[in-house]
């Protein structure tokens, strides 16, 4: 999840692939998902590289009834130890919400949680967080409303938050876009403009990374500062070493192949 600093990436939460994963979403990077099992070691090495990186795990179980329930990003904003609850763009996604928000309701001690009503819509995957500056994508899962409620939320800390208009081509903000460290987001040329991103705070860089490794803009930061990424996204990898990170590569094609990328498989908190 993009909403915490790295100093705040201790625990993470997951959710395992049900059989039904093949019937899971997908309309952008991925043509639907065929190998459950491939998908299934994936995430597995996904946790472990988490683990042996400072990260606990929690593991939901899968639920049958939703093939996308691995997704657990979309799920919960958590921002400082509270969280929104939103309603997810897409209906057949709502129901996966439930045993998400009870888990970190207990988890997440003295939590303030905020819900969402009526006609407002957010995936968790439409915000990213670079220091205390928070962007929302306004997408086909996110509208004003959605974005209305977050803004609710980031108000009683005091965060800004700016919106940016996702193009028709991208599921999702962190479907083109990451924070892989407290000073930095990718971003994919062709997809979005440095306008869309405002003046940045002092010390904050925007890197641009061609258009066609767009989906390996979507990174992890991990809390000793080392960076989770795609497999397969030559440009993505040399712009972060250059800038003196190390990455460390997983293989997330049967991932991609439902629209996922790294932050949506887990939310830290
Ligand atoms: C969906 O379309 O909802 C899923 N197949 C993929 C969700 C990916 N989540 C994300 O980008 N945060």
Redesign the pocket.
Known sequence: MATVRLDQKKRALVRSIPSSYTK????FFGAGPTDVELARRQQQHYVDTLEANGVRVHRLDADENHP?CM?V??QAVVVDGHMLLPVPG?PS?VAEQPPIAEFLMEALEGVQTCTMGGEARM???DVIRVGDLFFVGRSSRTNDLGIASLRSLLDFFGHELRIIDIPEHA??L??ISSTPTDTMILVPEGYLKPEDFGTLPKGCELVWIPGEEAYGCNTIGLPNGKVMIAEGYPSVKAALEERGLETIEIDMSEIRA????L??CSIFY
């Open positions: 899971a979403l997908a309309r996308d997704f990003e979309d897409h996604r995936d968790g995957g599921l999702h962190t479907s439902a629209d996922g990328s932050t949506c």
